[in-house]
């Protein structure tokens, strides 16, 4: 694939994300400004786990450099991005210190909380949950036969389904993997309680509700005439659990390290405060 062709499938593939949610004089927010937000929230995470000090202050940088390369592209006429406002690069910068200092306060909060709540595998799984579906939702672009159920831009009544389906498989995989002893039966029987409440759903949903994703004419279903879609939509379903459990994997240990790390400088530095205060003295 030529890189002119790369670049046109990032750009074509990312249009949703430039959906107008809100501006006025002074900010102006679009999808893109939850990517920023969650980078903000994420990328000391990796860091941390990076084993890289000053997480917080290289995350302010490079949110700021991320606003610097995003002008150069367009300058350089790449093509990727469309042209952003002032206040739009402004409020991407805010919304990612927003994510920042939403992971600060967080941190502190689960350090003073009991062990149970800390290393409490919800929290990853509603993160992988939102992401997922977030990204796929945004990327497949569904549309439905009842209007009530589409959204400009983005389609939050297929979110919402996908967030609940994701955050099911994470939790319900976490909380019934440890009561096999043998892990060789219980993934099949995981995978095939996910395609008989797949097969529900659907059923249920195009059998009876008569509700059918139109954005995608050339539709056909992947079996018992349910589940229609393009290739890349019957792939997706049939990987979505394994998809799912992988991805809250790795953010449940990024995130229990991040946790330890965060411990341990919160424990250094109230020491240090210690022995400052008693050389005062």
């Known amino acids: 694939m030529e890189l002119a062709e790369i670049l046109k499938f990032i750009r074509v593939n990312t249009e949703w994300l430039y959906t107008v949610l809100y501006q006025n004089k002074y900010f102006f927010f679009d999808y893109w400004s939850l990517v920023h937000f969650f980078s903000g929230f994420f990328i000391p995470v990796i860091l941390s786990n990076l084993r890289i000090r000053r ?4 995350t ?3 949110l700021i450099f991320y606003e610097v390369v995003e002008i150069s592209l367009i300058y350089l006429a790449f093509n990727i991005f469309k042209p952003e406002t002032i ?3 402004i409020t991407d910068i805010i919304v ?5 200092l939403l992971n600060l306060r967080l941190g502190k909060y689960l350090f003073n909380s009991r062990n149970e709540i800390r290393y409490s ?3 990853p799984a509603i993160v ?15 549309r439905y036969n009842y209007n009530f159920l589409n959204s400009n831009g983005f389609n939050f009544w297929a979110f919402g389904c996908w967030s609940v389906s994701i955050l099911f498989i994470c939790i319900s995989f976490s909380h019934f993997k440890d009561k096999f002893s043998n892990k060789l ?3 099949p029987i995981f995978y095939l309680l996910y395609l008989t409440l797949l097969l529900t759903v659907e059923f249920f949903g195009y059998k009876i509700l008569r509700i059918k994703e139109i954005a995608h004419l050339n539709s056909d279903s992947l079996i018992f ?3 229609h879609g393009n290739t890349t939509l019957h792939i997706y379903y049939l990987l979505a659990p394994f998809i799912a459990i992988m991805i809250n994997k790795i953010i449940f240990t990024l995130w229990q390290n991040y946790l330890n790390t965060f411990e341990l400088n919160e424990i250094k530095l109230k020491n240090k405060i210690l022995r400052t205060v008693s050389i005062s003295d």
Do not use: E, M, P, R
């Open 128 to 142: 992988t949950s939102l992401a997922i579906s977030f990204f796929w939702v945004g990327f497949y672009q569904y």
């Open 60 to 62: 302010f940088l490079l």
């Open 55 to 58: 997480i917080y202050l290289i």
């Open 185 to 187: 039966k219980f993934y």
């Open 121 to 123: 595998s919800y929290f």
């Open 96 to 100: 990612g210190l927003s994510g920042l």
């Open 225 to 227: 005439n349910l589940i």
């Open 87 to 89: 206040k739009d690069q």
